[in-house]
């Protein structure tokens, strides 16, 4: 068995409103940060898993990013692989 490190990636889509993101926007105005607009908020997942193959690993990833992580209905999800030692 093999360990890798999966970092995933979870943000609204992009025809979904993000109220969290449109309130930090706003307060960069408050700031003196009027140039940063457009802010989308999302969720970052580590996780580390077993597997015989970058394949199989990938895999079980995706999966677990279908069926738990991100509400495929709002969001989307990208994420990368990586083993380690």
Do not use: W
Not at 21 to 30: D, E, P, Q
Not at 42 to 69: F, M, W
């Amino acid at each position: 068995m093999k360990k890798f490190l999966a970092e995933i990636d979870v943000m609204p889509k992009k025809e979904i409103l993000d109220p969290q993101g449109k309130a930090v926007t706003g307060s960069m105005k408050n700031l003196g940060l009027s140039e940063i607009q457009n802010i989308r908020i999302g969720k970052h997942i580590s996780l580390e898993i077993e597997a015989d193959s970058a394949e199989t690993a990938n895999a079980k990833v995706d999966q677990a990013c279908k069926n738990l992580l991100a509400n495929l209905i709002m969001e989307s999800y990208s994420f990368k692989l990586e083993e380690v030692a």
